[in-house]
């Protein structure tokens, strides 16, 4: 059997659209994928999950949680590659809307924000982490991802 590309593929705050494109993608890739890529961490495949020696981990959505900064700051630490994957993990956008509340809304949500340990902003993965690539788009751009995906099979000689 030949080498595989070890992925993760992880949600932070979002609403989980391109991880649906990706189940979908499958329809068309399964059976090439399951010969190139070993998932590490894919909670949508399989509920068992590994969190080190990753070659590349795919992360969706932004980082809203001081818990979640934490859990992204040790996948970058065992993974080779991060690909931030949708506007949200590229840009903050749009699950960092409530950055930009008014003063009276933000005094509204404020006991939620300090009961659940969330972070005085939500930010995109670039600006906790470093960040090798990125797919653009609400939900993510199929054909940038296909591009990323190929790159990384080349990278890591898969
Ligand atoms: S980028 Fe768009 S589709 Fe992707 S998680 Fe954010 S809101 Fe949802």
Sequence with gaps: ??????????TFA????????????LNDHFFEW????????????KKAALFEDIDVAFIE???????????????????KKVVAVGS???TGMPSAQRNYFDEKTKG????????????????PLKSL??????VPGCPMDEKVFLEVLQKCFS???V
């Design 88 to 90: 949200c993990a590229c």
């Design 155 to 157: 990278e890591f000689g």
């Design 34 to 45: 399951n010969e190139k890529i070993e998932f590490r961490v894919c909670r949508m495949l």
């Design 108 to 123: 509204e949500i404020e006991m939620v924000i300090n009961r659940f340990g969330h972070m005085e902003k939500v930010v």
């Design 14 to 25: 979002c609403c989980e659209d391109s991880s649906i494109l990706f189940v979908e993608l």
């Design 1 to 10: 059997m030949g080498k595989k590309l070890k992925v993760a593929w992880v």
């Design 61 to 79: 959505g932004a980082i809203a949680l001081k818990e979640d900064e934490e859990k992204l700051r040790h996948l970058r630490e065992v993974s």
């Design 129 to 134: 982490v470093k960040v090798d690539y990125e």
